[in-house]
């Protein structure tokens, strides 16, 4: 098995790719060890000294590292980690998981604005910032603005404002009037 890597414009987070599906659908994000338990492949990850949150996409897990730590000091060990994993034979996930981000259903007046936003950002934005290693999913709209949670590389990324206000918003007012503003939600 043969894992690649690539650098992310978040230099805290680096994107594997195990060169097979991750996730058949969806995204996975364990912010904290803690949270690692529906998921062998995380826990066995996060068991890595350094490790401060794990992010899974179709292809792809990304990893993030803790500030006083170096990437050449704890990859080969988050290689190792991905490797023994999947000639275990254990599942990425445990049951159902795997959460298919940003589909909340939302009903009312405003449903016609949203499934438009939902649209854009599935076929324009969420492609996009899953080559950098992330996902970008839906939490609401209100009164013009549009409430975005980032995860994976784009959590925490120092370009992510930059990508909410420039690209994303711009993006979302250009296509649908009603949007007046994009702000980020932690959760």
């Known amino acids: 098995m043969f894992i690649q890597t690539e650098s992310t414009p978040n230099p805290a987070t680096l994107k594997f790719l195990p060169g097979q599906t991750v996730l058949e659908a969806g995204t996975a994000d364990f912010p904290s060890a803690e949270k690692s338990g529906s998921s062998p492949l995380a826990e066995r990850i996060f068991r890595v000294p350094g490790v401060s949150g794990v992010f899974f996409g179709n292809d792809f897990v990304t990893v993030t590292k803790g500030e006083a730590i170096e990437w050449d000091h704890i990859k080969p060990a988050i290689l190792g980690a991905i490797m023994e994993h ?18 909340a ?17 599935d076929t324009r934005v969420r492609p996009a910032v899953a080559q950098d290693g992330g996902d970008i999913t839906f939490h609401g709209f209100d009164r013009g603005v549009v409430y975005l949670h980032m995860q994976g590389a784009c959590a925490g ?10 690209g994303i918003e711009n993006l979302l007012r250009h296509y649908i009037p009603e949007v007046t503003e994009v702000r980020p939600v932690g959760l």
Do not use: R, W
């Not at 275990?88 to 940003?102: I, K």
């Not at 990324?157 to 420039?166: E, V």
């Open 105 to 121: 259903e939302h009903t009312g007046e405003d449903s016609a604005i949203v499934n438009q936003i939902k649209e854009l950002l």
């Open 157 to 166: 990324c120092p370009s992510s404002t930059i990508t909410l206000k420039m």
């Open 86 to 103: 999947y000639q275990s034979g254990q599942p990425v996930m445990l049951g159902e998981s795997a959460v298919a981000s940003g589909h």
